[in-house]
């Protein structure tokens, strides 16, 4: 185990230092994240404010922390290993990898970890900022520990879920469309956009304002649906369990558990289906010799 | 001038061309454009339900800035999208270096290069949003009216030029500014919604003054929505002719096109003496 | 056709610091130091010429070459091309002269060759007819129909700088500028570029510079030759007079039987170094000798007296030599 941690950790350190070799980029990042947040902030304080300060039972303070929270989590589980898979794949790199004495997933999460670690710093800035604006309403210890369980296991899955994508252009050669739909759609369906339990409270309590003359049943029906595709893909679980957990927007014990369930299940599914495509791919480099 | 036209509509025919051969990849990333334009109005769907109005602006109010602004967005998109290319590549590479040796302006070859087909997502939902939200408002521009907006939309595709430029032309310095580019250019999203919604005096004010987003599609619309009073509070200056604003907002394009145009300038005199 | 004259351009190098907080140092340092990449150049190239302009790496070269193609202002003198001053009218400029870098394409990453030369025309403004036989006379003599329709991006090198060859004859050029054309390049194709350019050269009078590594490219390709070294010129003359004036030595090489290696070389002619030399390469005894010092014949009897040869070759120096010693002493000249 011990051998095998330092057989990898080389990966890990390089991609560190990968990191820090960019450090203006590093910096020009930073400030993006900046930017998506103060937009973020001020849209959502706009609309609560309309609204009286609170949306459903849901109130300003709360929600601007799960935004927050949320960019938060989405920077630190940031994960670009499907371009560079693609992009090994596509320039014929990919082959060399079959020659080398490693596991090329784990190798792969080794590089991951690096560019965690490295991006960490340039993160301190954006958590010390969000907590200046909202404060990012901490709950309570036991709220921390689940939300620091869960942000684990959605490391994992955004990991494996990335190097499942990047495998893809074995069959698809060029990675230009996939990766634009999964930015997107990972937007609607990880609670970026919006909680997705607001999903379920649209569809549930009725619209008393809406301003399209639609049948009220189909509005309704339609954010119901989407709050359930959003639980049949992955993608809430790589961001809105564990955001929503530490601020307690989910809270109920129970449901914090069924939440850590279903990311287990994730993590186990895109395992399987990693190694499937994987080893699907590998039949694929020897026949075309990369 | 006519054979400016035959040579861009041939980089047209040609991008059409390769772009049907990643057939698949092709199909996934126009989905992926949809899907981006839904969600944005996916959350003004959302709100809707509940809420009459955000800050002073009604349902059709806040379509009617959305659709405007994702049209401005969208044709920039499709004819100035290889300013990117320079800002990210062109210079680090010196490919830039071919441009200097073909017998055309800088500046209309760059442009012509690329025809990024991905800002017709955003040009065809920004104005089916933008025709729904005005039947709906019953607002008439008239001739004059339609004259001041196509005036305004001019402005607007100067000012994103201007900025794109401006922040391209760093890389003259820095060899690449992609990620500055990218930056500024995403500071565009707060012309989706109306300014001052978010009520906030520094924000404001960096929108009209500093980079001046507020011209794109806060200012032309607001100027059909609202009086000049309420113009006048958002400047910070009283003026006494509604037509006034036309005028500033012509100034502001006019002083920052220029200024973008002296950068790259001064950038292409920097690349002549290094040639890096 | 292209007057150069006091031509020169430096380069202000800013200071570096490392690390990080060299960084910000570096950034806000107005510490520099000049580098003066080219110097005090002169020459004269008339129509129809076709001169190879040569040096090591950094000599200054490719500064050279920007300065006439209008990618760089020089800092001292000026360059005219064809009564045109290239980095003042840019776009005239243009017009009348045609580039190749052999380090990268001109040609669009994602269109086929056919669609990049179909732009170029419209670029160029080229009418359709002159096009057409001009096409056709390209095509010819570089073999473009196997890939004609093919991306550039999937081309082999040897292709890629076919059709950029092409692409730069088009408008028919007044001037060729060849920056490092056969970098690369294996020898078929290394062949048929130079035969194309000698062809162009030949046939249309089109005035041809070319900057190599290959001096092999020259003698093949070059009436006139331009060395420079550290951004001033060292030698400007034909390669037949070069060859005259600085071909001084022969070579002789012995193929020595196996296992009968000779202990002692030296002093086998008595005579100093610089006149003849005696070195041992592997399994052969070589000797270098000056020709106006020393008979073919006084060398290999002496030798053939003196060790058990199985077989005798010889050579010309080689241009490379040649140029080696122009490096050497160079300013000399």
């Known amino acids: 185990m011990i051998k095998s941690i330092l057989k990898y950790s080389g990966f890990t350190l390089n991609a560190v230092k990968e990191q820090y070799a960019y450090k203006f980029r590093a910096i020009i990042w930073t400030f993006y994240n900046f930017i998506l947040l103060f937009v973020q902030y001020f849209l959502w304080n706009a609309i609560f404010e309309a609204n009286g300060g609170a949306l459903y039972d849901i109130s300003v303070k709360k929600y601007l922390s799960y935004v927050v929270m949320g960019m938060i989590t989405n920077s630190f589980l940031h994960c670009l290993i499907d371009g560079s898979i693609a992009e090994e794949i596509k320039s014929g790199n990919v082959s060399m990898n079959l020659i080398k004495p490693y596991n090329y997933i784990y190798m792969n999460f080794a590089k991951q970890i690096g560019y965690t670690l490295g991006s960490v710093i340039s993160l301190s800035p954006l958590i010390i900022v969000a907590f200046f604006m909202t404060g990012l309403s901490f709950v309570s210890v036991q709220a921390l520990l689940f939300f620091i369980v869960s942000i684990f296991l959605a490391y994992m899955i955004v990991f494996l879920f990335n190097m499942f994508l990047g495998m893809l252009a074995f069959w698809i050669t060029n990675y230009w469309g996939l990766r634009l739909l999964k930015w997107h759609v990972f937007v609607i369906f990880s609670g970026e956009l919006m909680a997705i339990n607001m999903f379920f409270k649209i569809g549930n309590n009725g619209i008393s304002n809406f301003p399209i003359p639609l049948p009220e049943a189909a509005v309704q029906l339609f954010f119901k649906t989407l709050g359930i595709i959003s639980y049949c893909l992955p993608f809430q679980a790589m961001n809105y369990t564990p955001t929503a957990i530490y601020t307690g927007m989910i809270n109920d014990t129970r449901q914090i558990l069924v939440h850590l369930g279903v990311q287990v299940f994730w993590i186990i599914f895109m395992l399987g289906l990693v190694r499937l495509v994987w080893s699907k791919a590998k039949n694929q480099i020897t026949i075309l010799g990369g | 001038m006519f054979k400016f036209l035959r040579i861009y509509s041939a980089f047209i025919k040609q991008q059409i061309k390769s772009l049907m051969e990643y057939k698949i990849d092709f199909m996934m990333g126009m989905i992926a454009l949809g899907v981006n334009q839904i969600s944005t109005f996916l959350v003004i769907f959302a709100v809707f339900t509940q809420i009459k109005a955000i800050g002073s602006y009604s349902f059709n109010e806040i379509l009617l800035f959305y659709g405007y602004s994702q049209i401005v967005r969208g044709i920039d998109h499709l004819y100035n999208d290889n300013i990117w290319v320079v800002g990210w590549n062109k210079i680090k590479d010196g490919s830039f270096s071919n441009y200097l040796v073909r017998p055309i302006p800088i500046l209309s070859h760059i442009v012509m290069e690329r025809f990024q087909f991905d800002g017709f997502g955003e040009v065809l939902i920004g104005l089916a949003i933008f025709i729904y939200a005005k039947i709906n408002l019953g607002i008439a521009f008239g001739l004059a009216g339609w004259m001041v907006l196509g005036f305004f939309f001019f402005c607007g595709l100067a000012i994103y030029f201007s900025i794109k430029l401006a922040t391209a032309a760093i890389a003259f310095w820095t060899v690449s500014s992609g990620e500055l580019m990218s930056v500024i250019y995403e500071v565009n999203t707060f012309t989706k919604f109306p300014l001052d919604i978010y009520k906030n005096f520094f924000l404001k004010n960096f929108l009209i003054y500093i980079l001046p987003f507020a011209i794109v599609s806060y200012f032309p619309i607001a100027y059909f929505l609202r009086d000049q009073n309420f113009i006048s509070n958002l400047l910070g200056f009283r003026y006494y002719h509604r037509e006034l604003l036309i005028v500033f907002v012509g100034f502001v394009t006019v002083l920052f096109y220029c200024a973008s145009r002296f950068l790259w300038r001064m950038g292409l005199r920097h690349y002549n003496a290094t040639g890096s | ?333």
């Open chain 3, 1 to 333: 056709m292209i007057e150069v004259v006091n031509l020169g351009k430096s380069f202000k190098i800013y200071k570096k610091y490392e690390g990080f907080t060299g960084a910000i140092k570096s950034f806000f340092s107005t510490e520099y130091s000049m580098k003066h990449a080219v110097s005090d150049m002169n020459f004269h190239i008339e129509k129809g010429e076709s001169v190879g302009y040569i040096g090591v790496n950094g000599a200054g070269k490719s500064t050279t070459i920007k300065m006439m193609t209008g990618i760089l202002v020089p800092t001292a003198g000026y360059c005219k091309v064809d009564g045109i001053v290239p980095y003042e009218n840019r776009r005239q400029n243009a017009k009348n002269i045609g580039v190749v870098f052999g380090q990268r394409t001109q040609l669009w990453w994602d269109l086929p060759v056919s669609e990049s030369l179909n732009i170029l025309r419209d670029i160029y403004d080229i009418p359709h007819d002159k096009f057409k036989s001009k096409l056709g006379f390209l095509k010819e003599i570089l073999g473009l129909d196997e890939f004609y329709l093919t991306p550039v991006r999937s081309l082999s090198l040897g292709q890629r700088m076919r059709s950029d060859f092409a692409a730069s004859l088009l408008h028919e050029p007044k001037v060729l500028f060849l920056d490092e054309p056969t970098i690369g390049l294996d020898l078929l194709v290394k062949d048929n570029i130079r035969k194309a350019i000698t062809q162009v050269n030949e046939t249309l009078g089109t005035t041809v510079i070319l900057t190599t590594h290959d001096l092999a490219d020259i003698e093949e390709i070059c009436r006139k030759i331009i060395v420079i070294d550290d951004g001033r010129k060292v030698y400007e003359g034909t390669v037949a007079n070069l060859k005259k004036e600085f071909n001084k030595y022969k070579l002789v090489k012995f193929e020595l039987k196996p296992g009968k290696t000779p202990i002692k070389i030296e002093g086998l002619f008595n005579a100093p170094e610089e006149d003849v030399k005696v070195t041992l390469e592997n399994e052969n005894l070589v000797v270098k000798f000056k020709k106006d010092k020393f008979e073919i014949s006084n060398i290999v009897s002496r030798i053939l007296g003196e060790f058990e040869i199985q077989d005798i070759a010889i050579e010309e120096q080689e241009m490379e030599d040649i140029v080696k010693e122009i490096y050497l002493k160079k300013g000399n000249v």
